[in-house]
């Protein structure tokens, strides 16, 4: 297949690749930069921009640009290392879920600073005992008058020790079938009785947390959707989650920037090389079809997610290959080596994707549940 861009398409990738250039020259860049990378400053640059919220509805606030246009955005973002972290997650998916499940109220109240890049959130889903299966969920929310009162753990919380806002999932309905009663809430990370714990990862990062939840109250107005019946919610939710380009590109210019240091590569080197460069335009149609929403079943972001994420492992793979024995000298590339493995558990498992897949794509035969 070969198509091409709209002319105007390839001035706003050259405008945002010069920009991200300007807009990090002073400031601390990172792979993985819509994760890990946090700058507060970075975020004030990139909603004075308006490139958070671009795509949400002029009506609440956004620009109403296409989808198309934040993919090419967020693809040159991701090359250019920006430190993105403060507003990935409300422009990604907790603005969009808002749209679609929100009340007028909360999306007035919570839009406008998300755009502003005023406001960093976290998402409050995994569990110790829940992960995978997110039905699983212990944490509570009961109802006592004007508010819910949370009782729980939360664990990988990433973004938790900056978060204003966690966007947390609670079982609210304890004596129907697990995934019928839960119920989604926005909470105010400032509340009495929420300690935020930090984990190190392999890498010796702390971005992800654990996150207490001792009796805190949260206003009535800050249930989101319907109550008891929050599954579907956070399935859509996993839906922006999984199928974008941030799924593919976040170590693609520790790619670019190892292949340039290799000089007369041997014939495995180019093999790789070629894998590397076909792989990448396989994942970007991919993910492109999700963005133009032509994907050809609804659970299409499991497969781009799989591919995506593995793709992404062997680059650091590539990376830790052609770098040699000074990758132990290189704190990005033994980052990006010890970090991989994270790529296809974020976010949900390879395992279980491919369950899904499986099941739910190919209509093999499930196995069957065990009867409780
Ligand atoms: C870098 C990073 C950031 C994260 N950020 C967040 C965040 O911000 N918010 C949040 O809520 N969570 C976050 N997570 C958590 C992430 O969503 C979970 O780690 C993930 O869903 C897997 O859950 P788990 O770790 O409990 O593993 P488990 O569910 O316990 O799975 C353990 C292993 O068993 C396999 N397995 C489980 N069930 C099945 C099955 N039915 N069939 C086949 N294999 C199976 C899994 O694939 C996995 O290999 C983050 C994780 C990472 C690594």
Redesign the pocket.
Known sequence: MDYKWPKEFDELATEARLWVKEATSDLFNTDDGW?VGYSDEFTLRLADKGWIGMTWPIDKGGDGRPEVERFIVTEQLLLGRAPMAGSFFPDRQIGPVLLSYGTEEQQERFLPSMRAGRSKW?????EPD????VAGIATKAIQDGSHWVVNGQ?I????AQSADWCYLICRTDFDTAPHKGMSEFIVDMKSPGIEVKPIK?ASGDSH?NEVFFNDVLVPNENLVGEINNSFGQTMRQLEHERGGIDRLASNQRLYLDAKASVESPNALIRQQIAEIETGYKIGRDMVLRNVLRQTPFPQYSAVTKTWCTEFEQKVANFVGLVTGSEAMLSGRVARNLVYAP?YT????????LR?IIGERILGLPREPRPQS
């Open positions: 994760l976290c998402i409050g889903m995994s829940a992960g995978s299966n939360k990988w919380t990433s973004g990862d992800f994270a558990i974020m976010g949900g498992t390879t395992q279980i369950n």
